[in-house]
Nanobody, 124 residues
Framework: VQLQASGGGLVQPGGSLRLSCAAK????????IGWFRQAPGKEREGVSC????????YYADSVKGRFFTSRDNAKNTLYLQMNTLKPEDTAVYYC??????????????????WGKGTLVTVSS
């Protein structure tokens, strides 16, 4: 599985940005896939994910109602639409795959595939 995130950049507080994750060698039926982020000096945290069994989309509380995850099966691409961005959303964003995920964008059994991250900076 190869994953590549893109679409990061500099955006003002309150603005929007859409990230993309292109997946190669990946079957939506076999894996859960989602987004993580890591801010400077902080631990990596799950942002959102799509479950492999129930196909539901799960979000971390910190982004619920502002961020939206979708996928385009034909393009094998996962998206993260980020709205009402805040300075604390500044981080390197990664996409990753694993056996299963659930509420709070927690990946059960860990993740085994990671793409290179894309930097999102929210600043005026």
């Amino acid at each position: 599985v190869q994953l590549q995130a893109s679409g990061g950049g500099l955006v003002q507080p309150g603005g929007s940005l859409r990230l993309s994750c292109a997946a190669k060698g990946f079957s939506w039926d076999d894996y859960a896939i989602g987004w993580f982020r890591q801010a400077p000096g902080k631990e990596r945290e799950g942002v959102s994910c799509i479950g492999s069994t129930d196909r539901k989309v799960y979000y971390a509380d910190s982004v619920k109602g502002r961020f939206f995850t979708s996928r385009d099966n034909a393009k094998n691409t996962l998206y993260l639409q980020m709205n009402t961005l805040k300075p604390e959303d500044t981080a390197v964003y990664y996409c990753a795959a694993g056996p299963e995920c659930g509420p709070g964008a927690v990946f059960y059994y860990g993740t085994h595939s990671w793409g290179k991250g894309t930097l999102v900076t929210v600043s005026s």
